[in-house]
């Protein structure tokens, strides 16, 4: 099983500074790293799930605060921007998913079970996919994209 990213230092700081440098050196496309992030995310929690008989609670939380660590990235950015070019009611969206998201871990931490990570997975899978999508018209329709897939998630969730 492969494990995410542990840096015992200062974890919030390790996930933005890669998430940084990655943003970077990998992809000229924020919304595509943003997406392949997610799906790197949901793999780590769906590789929990398959092989939850030899899961740890160590394994566990390594692999939450992983997902943890970038949605708190999403968070703090629709907090954090509310002037940016994302409207009130996307960030909104991104806001309540986020929070979800938090919620769910603590439940799972609390009471650990593999059909409570679906929830996650499949967000994380969503989300991605709107990020990922390539739209041939400009940042508008970009924003669209996002937009319906956070909003479809968070009707759902």
Known sequence: MMLPPNDTKNPHAAAAGAYGTSAQKLTPDQRELEGHVLLKSAKFLQDLQNDWDNVTNDILEQTLKY?????MLFYDAAIENPEGNRPNDLRSNIINLANFIFKSEVSIMADPQKEKLTPIININREIAAGL???????????ASAEENAVSSVSDSA
């Open 67 to 71: 997902n943890r660590q970038i949605w």
């Open 132 to 142: 990922m999508t390539k739209q041939e018209n400009g940042s508008n329709q970009d």
